[in-house]
């Protein structure tokens, strides 16, 4: 049995030489860069599509890397650092080909979070930290589970987090003149209320005019994103103007058009104790956010992303992020969208868009301290909308109850308590709610007397036309035998008034059986051997539970010829113990 399961021969020393000969290729093939599989039959006129693509995406990802990062509570620099070396990163080293890495709206509320106990320093090394997490999780092979994460769980913080970033830029939108904006969300709404008088009109229509730049240029023209028209028309209108509207420089200085030295952050225990939290938050958003979002461009080209790779190109990413002071990175499904449209096919595509942040930094950075931050928010206002996926929400809405609890509850939590909470919450309360489901999917059914002492056959439709003698009783499990149902299986044994000389215990749809399954048969036939009943296994078809029945010794306790394939085969077992038992 064990031979036929495991296959002939697997511990021989010629076939191990196989499987590790296979094995190796497999495993450089899982955790080779994607850019060394596209360059292999790469042409001109690809390269030329790869360039134009990366030229257009690194334009629009110019206002939403500063954007991200005023949002976060960081200075804008450090959305550019972070677009530039993360981006280039996740691209030369990603399983996606044409994944577009940098900061994103996910991680505003993390981020800010973090700043705002821990301070700047402290989101390095939780970013750093992050990168280290994320790269284990690649070689451990968590790409695949990691995207298996409940879809009303990624619903709910995904919109949690779009309702904070609308609420995050009200200040700014509305020209509010009022001091540090707290962190908390009622508290925060409070605050803009008390301060509704000081509306600055002008920031009020320079955000509108950006909203509506950003929904109708594309009527115009897809070739340059309306962010950056509506960045170029609102800063030179405002600067004609003279309008008296807070801009970057008035609120950071000018921005440095300069790349800034590496430095890797000291990080001690106590250090690794206080941010270990925060940092799984940012690797396990980073992870949920880059695949979702391979995925996503996988559809687009009909291609298929490594996504071990890209969790230990994420990881990298973030590692060198912070060296260079900057902050989370990850995948962008609007930007990784936006360079599948324009033709970008290879990582090339992803490099090029680095290589023109940097030199936009480098040569025009310091125009950018000339924006309003009222078009920054204007930008953010119009990406949280697009992050609410509101008809996703509604949809939910429509579905499970179960997958309601978990979205609304992760929603809510993730908006008025926070986002690690959230996840942490959602996560255990998907868990909880998808065992229940298996609990009552999970059935214990019991049968006696089918067949009279006159022979008479009663009908039972579980047993069929199956003749069942009066001394043996059968029980039927149906689903999963693990430890939220295993108490069905005990329950259902105290109904038995007088112990039957032969119990069976047919086991069909039995699936799968972790330890407390095992524990319960070990008890029932601990118990019926005392009563003297013997108990025969029928039709245990499942791999796993052959397996987990011969590793707790209970296939060689209750015999092998009391372990059947078969129904019948378990009846004539039974009628031949009882006429052994006769003679």
């Known amino acids: 049995m064990e031979q036929h399961s495991y296959g002939k021969g697997s511990s021989s020393p010629n076939a191990q030489k196989k499987l590790k000969l296979l094995s190796r290729p497999h495993l450089r093939c899982m955790f080779k860069p994607e850019i060394f599989t596209t360059l292999k039959n790469y042409n001109r ?31 804008p620099e450090k959305g550019l650092y972070t677009a530039v070396i993360a981006g280039f990163i996740i691209s030369a080293m990603g399983g996606s080909r044409v994944q577009i890495g940098g900061p994103t709206g996910a991680f505003i509320v993390i981020v800010y979070g973090i700043v705002q106990v821990h301070g700047v320093n402290g989101l390095i090394i939780a970013t750093f930290m992050a990168g280290v997490m994320l790269i284990m ?7 695949a589970i990691i995207k298996f994460i409940p879809h009303p769980l990624i619903i709910g913080f995904t919109s949690g987090i779009a309702l904070i970033i609308f ?101 001690d225990f106590a250090t690794i104790k206080s941010l270990i939290q925060p940092a799984f938050t940012i690797a396990l958003l980073g992870g949920i956010e880059s695949l979702l979002s391979a995925v996503v461009s996988d559809g687009m080209i009909g291609g298929r992303h490594k996504s071990n790779m890209e969790l230990v190109a994420q990881g990298t990413a973030n590692i060198f992020s912070a060296i260079f002071g900057g902050i989370p990175a990850t995948g962008a499904i609007a930007r990784t969208a936006t360079n599948v449209k324009n033709g970008g096919r290879t990582p090339v595509a992803g490099i090029v868009h680095a290589i023109t942040l940097l030199l936009i930094m480098l040569f025009v950075g310091k125009w950018a301290s000339l924006i309003p931050m009222a078009t920054l928010a204007g930008i953010l206002i119009v990406v949280a909308y697009n992050m609410s996926e509101w008809e996703s929400f509604r949809s939910v809405l429509k579905g499970p109850r179960s997958d ?16 690690t909470v959230a996840l942490e919450i959602g996560m255990i309360l998907a868990v909880f ?12 059914s ?26 043996v009783e059968v029980f039927e499990i149906t689903g999963p035998l693990f430890f939220g149902a295993a108490y069905k299986f005990k ?49 245990v078809h499942s791999e796993q539970v052959m397996k987990e029945l011969k590793v707790a010794r209970l296939l060689f306790s209750i015999g092998k010829a009391n372990v059947t394939q078969t129904f019948t085969e378990a009846l004539d077992r039974s009628k031949k113990i009882l006429l052994d038992a006769k003679s």
């Open 167 to 267: 609420s995050s830029q009200m200040k700014d939108l509305l020209g509010l003149k009022m001091g540090t904006v707290p962190a908390d969300f009622i508290d925060k709404w409070k605050s803009y209320f008390e301060n509704i008088q000081t509306v600055n009109i002008y920031a009020v229509l320079i955000a509108g005019v950006t909203v509506l730049i950003i929904l109708l240029w594309p009527k115009v023209t897809h070739k340059l994103p309306g962010s950056l028209i509506a960045i170029l028309v609102t800063t030179i209108a405002m600067q004609w103007l003279h309008l008296p509207v807070e801009t970057i420089g008035s609120k950071f200085g000018n921005i440095p058009s300069q790349f800034p030295l590496p430095a890797i952050p000291h990080i």
């Open 491 to 539: 329950d259902a044994m105290k109904f038995i008034e007088t112990p039957p000389k032969i119990l069976i215990i047919r086991m069909r749809k039995v699936p799968i059986i972790d330890a407390t399954g095992i524990k319960t048969i070990e008890e029932v036939f601990i118990e019926a051997k005392h009563q003297g009943t013997k108990i025969i296994l029928s039709e």
């Open 137 to 143: 999780m690649g070689f451990a092979r968590l790409g």
């Open 45 to 75: 006129a690809q390269f030329s599509k790869d360039v134009m693509a990366g030229l257009i995406v690194g334009i629009v990802a110019l206002p939403l890397a500063i954007a991200f990062a005023i949002a976060s509570g960081v200075s």
């Open 446 to 471: 019991m049968f006696k007397n089918v067949l009279e002492d006159d022979g008479e056959q009663i009908e039972n439709e579980a047993v069929g036309d199956f003749a069942i003698p009066k001394a």
């Open 433 to 444: 709610l998808f065992m229940r489901k298996m609990i009552q999917f999970s059935d214990v």
């Open 404 to 419: 309601v609890a978990v979205m609304v509850t992760t929603f809510f939590l993730t908006v008025i308590v926070d986002l």
